[in-house]
């Protein structure tokens, strides 16, 4: 590495776990990158190596429940405020869900998340989670995660009893760009449902979408959120527009942006699994492959909530591709 203030932080990263990078220095860190973007890759690849090691974790998801949500998302295809056409239907049974899950585990998936649309369900509706999760635990090795919405203490603990483990909440965008995105509920709802599935011993899976308009300083600005708040896995997206939403016109990111931008969440959130989740496809096209080197230890596969991802089969072989140049290994099933 060339540029001393990439080189000075990286180093500073890895010889001290406790140094946490401050807003001066992921604004260098971001203005250093658009001259020396291999530098800023190269450190964020030498931390993930450092406290992440070289194994690669794989998720899926299943659209559990579909459409009509309240809010009012900008971005959303399956908000009520917005006519997209997409599938509506109601949470799927427990059966639905666990022969998805033992066919998730079949093609070598670590992860399996049951996502529901809405902000929040109804207590049948927890039950029916809780009824699939207790079963995919006791039938497979998947590490089971689950996007129900905002909980109550008691519907958080109930999830964590039948096994789910990762409690997955997404802030979406930074505080300060928040409003712009979102009228229906306010951003401490979110932190707060964070919080509060935390108390209850659930791991915290939450992250955003970058190219929602908001501006580097931003995508810095939610890294040190989610840093603030305690997060445990980082899903990071970014936008793919969709007819119908307010955001349907947004340009996508160019592919080294959003590269550069999974090396700023690496070097601000160095100790944090970071997962490369939708978007990937349209976003980074012939540059998937870097996410790794970029900083993510994660992927997911698969069809996304309403739109088509690439197949599994092609992305264990990026995979496996990757790993014959870099040393990493794909993390085989384990409960966790």
């Given amino acids: 590495m060339n540029h001393p203030d990439i080189r000075r932080i990286t180093e500073k990263l890895l010889a001290d776990p406790t140094h946490r990078v401050d807003e001066d220095e992921a604004r260098a860190l971001a203005k250093a990158a658009d001259t020396n973007f291999m530098d800023l890759i190269c450190g964020a690849d030498r931390i993930r190596r450092h406290y992440k090691g070289d194994q690669i974790f794989t998720c899926t998801i299943i659209n559990a429940k579909s459409g009509r949500c309240s809010q009012d998302c900008a971005f959303c295809a399956q908000s009520a405020h917005h006519e997209t056409g997409v599938e509506t239907y109601p949470l799927l049974e427990p059966q639905t869900l666990v022969t998805r899950a033992l066919e998730m585990e079949d093609a070598r998936m670590t992860h399996y998340s049951l996502v529901t649309s809405g902000f929040h ?12 999760a207790h079963q995919i635990r006791s039938r497979t090795n998947l590490t089971l995660c689950c996007s129900p919405g905002v909980l109550t203490a008691d519907q958080a603990a109930r999830l964590k009893q039948s096994g789910i483990r990762n409690y997955h909440h997404n802030l979406e965008t930074a505080r300060s760009h928040f409003s712009r995105i979102c009228s229906t509920h306010e951003y401490d709802e979110d932190i707060k449902a964070v919080g509060s599935a935390a108390e209850a011993g659930l791991a915290i899976c939450s992250g955003g979408i970058l190219g929602l308009g908001e501006t580097r300083t931003q ?10 708040i305690g997060v445990e896995k980082i899903p990071v997206n970014f936008i793919n527009p969709i007819a119908g939403t307010k955001m349907a016109d947004r340009p996508l990111l160019p592919a080294a942006e959003a590269l550069k931008s999974v090396a700023l969440f690496r070097f601000i959130c160095p ?12 976003t980074l096209g012939d540059f998937q492959s870097w996410i790794f080197a970029s900083g993510a230890n994660g992927v997911m596969t698969g069809n996304y909530l309403t739109t088509a991802g690439r197949d599994i089969a092609a992305d264990l072989e990026m ?3 990757w790993q014959d140049c870099s040393g990493a290994e794909l993390i085989s099933n384990n409960k966790i």
């Fill in 121 to 132: 369900l109804s207590e049948a509706e927890i039950d029916t989670l809780c009824e699939a």
């Fill in 319 to 321: 995979i496996a591709r």
């Fill in 219 to 228: 995508r810095i600005e939610l890294a040190m959120t989610l840093r603030e």
């Fill in 271 to 282: 100790a944090c699994d970071i997962t490369i989740c939708g978007g990937r496809l349209v």
